[in-house]
């Protein structure tokens, strides 16, 4: 619509909120396993965790997204306990 190109940066997770309630975390990860969402290490700990999505025209999305995997994978390099990597 504006002419900027959308995606999400392949496994990436940014942490959110805790669930409010016991309720709230059996429907949330009802929805994901319904979705084939692997929550294991992710959502299992109680927490909202969102992908991340990057917009950019479309000239330079594509070198905006190769940036961001590599900073991915430079990030999961120097740490492996990283809490913002799906594996």
């Given at each position: 619509?504006?002419?900027?190109?959308?995606?999400p940066v392949?496994?990436?997770?940014?942490?959110?909120?805790?669930?409010?309630?016991?309720?709230?975390?059996?429907?949330?990860?009802?929805?994901?396993?319904?979705?084939?969402?692997?929550?294991?290490?992710?959502?299992?700990?109680?927490?909202?965790?969102?992908?991340?999505?990057?917009?950019?025209?479309?000239?330079?999305?594509?070198?905006?997204m190769e940036?961001?995997?590599?900073?991915?994978?430079?990030?999961?390099?120097?740490?492996?306990?990283?809490?913002?990597?799906r594996r």
């Amino acid at each position: 619509r504006h002419g900027y190109e959308v995606g999400p940066v392949p496994e990436v997770r940014l942490p959110q909120r805790r669930f409010a309630d016991a309720k709230e975390r059996r429907e949330v990860l009802s929805v994901l396993h319904e979705r084939g969402i692997d929550t294991a290490g992710w959502e299992d700990r109680g927490k909202h965790f969102a992908d991340l999505y990057i917009a950019a025209a479309p000239a330079q999305f594509s070198d905006l997204m190769e940036r961001m995997i590599a900073a991915r994978i430079e990030s999961e390099q120097e740490s492996s306990s990283s809490g913002y990597i799906r594996r």
